[in-house]
């Protein structure tokens, strides 16, 4: 698990990354259809990571706000703030004719970002281009679209991540996915605060923007990635990924799901996951060591060495098909994961999807405090951590590094 390489600092700067290059995604008029696939779900692509080019994202959400509502909020500075609490500062510094300049400030653990940027509004959202100071050169794009049953708010975006400051620095050289993990990280806490600022009724919280229940996993029977991979299918490039965060209706955490395409058959990629010292390749798993466990499963002793958390554990394995798996020992007590592996779109191929709920909160007291200060986060860095691992152990498989 990647855990703090999303590192918290992402939470809230997602106020002001993103890219402004089309690539080869979906098209804005597929987003609707997209999500009408995976009810309650939020969608999250990635672009394949080219070296030394910021990574790109899209993201898209259903909202039951009404359109006039929700661009409304787009275009207020002030609506960012209440959004996003950890905003210590949003002053808006001048203006050009609709566009607006503002000098911002993040306020998160351990450190604050700060710089410049321009809220220029468009004939269906807004473009947030940041210019000065941290995570520039950067642009957010958010967009909005009317949809049978609501309305489809989505974002495509990049940043200078790898820049940021020293943590976000020293996660990149660790792993080069760790940069569009960040970016997705920052991007759906922004995507999903604005979501809930829209819907907000009146001058009343909304309870989902703060949960008073505490975080918790879903039964391991309930993780299903079926519906995910069938969406995927046919729809992702080599390099490419798609996501599905899973909130609960209480605001909390349910899963993540993460598909990605494999280049062997899915009896292959199945065989392949289930044979722990694979495990190795994702970052911080240093050590997997089986042991026997009750049938049908074994167990998987994870010896962890990666900064800012500990994740030590001891998994309960049932290899499958399809694999699920648990941690009942050491840190992170009570974290699920499973595989779904489906065959892909073209021959010799499969879509292999993670479901992962990683318990983010109880891999130390770093995790903890980001999460405490930023219940958004506890989805945004568990949907890094899946997309790194997701991507990781199958570029493994396929001998990739």
Do not use: C
């Amino acid at each position: 698990m990647l855990a703090i390489r999303l590192a918290g600092s992402l939470v809230l700067l997602a106020i002001l990354l993103a890219g402004a290059q089309a690539f080869a995604l979906p098209a804005p008029d597929t987003l609707p259809a997209a999500l009408a696939e995976l009810p309650g779900a939020d969608l999250v692509f990635f672009d394949e990571p080219q070296p030394g080019q910021p990574s790109r994202v899209l993201l898209a959400a259903r909202t039951k706000a009404p359109l006039a509502r929700l661009r409304a909020v787009l275009v207020d500075p002030g609506a960012y703030q209440r959004a996003v609490p950890s905003f210590r500062r949003a002053e808006v510094l001048g203006r050009q004719g609709g566009n607006v300049e503002i000098e911002w400030e993040l306020e998160v653990p351990l450190w604050n970002l700060e710089g410049k940027l321009w809220l220029r509004p468009a004939a269906d959202g807004v473009d947030l281009q940041l210019v000065e100071g941290d995570l520039a050169p950067g642009l957010f794009q958010l967009r909005t679209r009317e949809a049978k049953g609501g309305v489809v708010l989505s974002l495509t975006g990049q940043a200078n991540m790898r820049e940021a400051n020293w943590a976000t620095k020293r996660l990149v050289k660790r792993s080069p996915l760790a940069e569009p993990a960040m970016t997705a990280t920052a991007a759906w806490v922004l995507l999903r605060a604005l979501v809930l600022e829209a819907e907000r009724p009146g001058a009343a919280l909304d309870p989902r923007r703060r949960p008073a229940a505490g975080p918790s996993p879903p039964a391991l029977a309930a993780l299903d990635g079926s519906a995910l991979a069938r969406l995927a299918r046919g729809r992702l490039g080599p390099g490419q990924a798609m996501a599905a965060v899973r909130p609960r209706p209480d605001g909390r955490l349910d899963r993540i799901e993460v598909a990605a395409l494999a280049r062997f058959p899915a009896a292959a990629v199945q065989k392949a996951l289930g044979e722990g010292t694979r495990w190795q390749a994702l970052p911080g798993w240093h050590k997997v060591m089986p042991r026997p466990g009750p049938p049908p499963t074994t167990l998987w002793e994870v010896d962890s060495r990666f900064p800012f958390v500990d994740f030590d554990a001891v998994w309960s394995i049932r290899p499958g098909p399809p694999l699920r798996g648990q941690v009942v020992g050491g840190d992170a007590r009570g974290a699920v994961l499973g595989w779904d592996v489906v065959d892909g779109g073209a021959p010799q191929t499969a879509v292999a999807v993670l479901s992962l709920h990683p318990r983010l909160e109880t891999s130390g007291y770093i995790p903890r405090k980001f999460i405490e200060a930023e219940p958004l986060l506890e989805h945004g860095l568990a949907l890094g951590v899946a997309y790194v691992d997701a991507v990781s152990l199958l570029r493994a498989l396929q001998g990739k590094q």
